[in-house]
């Protein structure tokens, strides 16, 4: 690779390296799983780095390779993972807002981590990325009308599975 390709990923990788690290996270619950899919993301888009036509889509293609890598990891390890009883540690970067209520956001990442892999992957692309419902089809490869059904059962999940709980941090 050239030194200008090369010094361009290094400009995208410094730029886009804590989105996609929180992206991971938002997608798997574990922050060294994160970093492991981020890793291979990037050796991915590097491989692609020579071929990119719009290097202005990178962001995209390494969302979408992301999102791909996560779930096929979970196809793979399915049967062999257990859930952490407690969240670790989170960075402070997130939406606006975000950190705001502390107990609200952990309730809701703790809940997110029991939601079907497929349903997660729709909902932090639509609600924590903030894609429109045709770039979320675009990234897994999916019709609308399958985002929109997914979504949809997924916050589904996330209801049932906080109940009154949310409620009730709000309330203190």
Not at 24 to 39: I, R, S
Not at 63 to 72: A, F, K, Q, S
């Amino acid at each position: 690779m050239s030194p200008e390709l090369e010094q361009s990923f290094d400009e995208f990788v410094a730029g886009r390296y804590a989105a996609l690290r929180r992206t991971g996270y938002l997608l798997c619950g574990d922050w060294h799983l994160a970093e492991d899919l981020v890793q291979i993301t990037l050796v991915k888009l590097y491989a692609r780095w020579p071929r990119l036509r719009e290097p202005e889509s990178a962001a995209g293609y390494a969302r979408t390779t992301l999102v791909r890598n996560y779930i096929d990891t979970r196809r793979l390890r399915r049967s062999h993972e257990v859930a952490a009883p407690e969240l670790p540690d989170s960075p402070a970067s997130g939406p606006a807002g975000a950190s705001a209520d502390p107990e609200r956001r952990l309730a809701l990442l703790a809940a997110l981590a029991q939601v079907t892999p497929a349903y997660r992957a729709a909902l932090v692309l639509r609600f924590w990325e903030d894609q429109t419902i045709e770039a979320t089809a675009a990234v897994l490869r999916q019709s609308t009308g399958t985002v929109k059904s997914n979504t949809s059962r997924g916050l589904a999940q996330l209801r049932a599975i906080l109940g009154d709980s949310l409620h009730e941090i709000a309330a203190d």
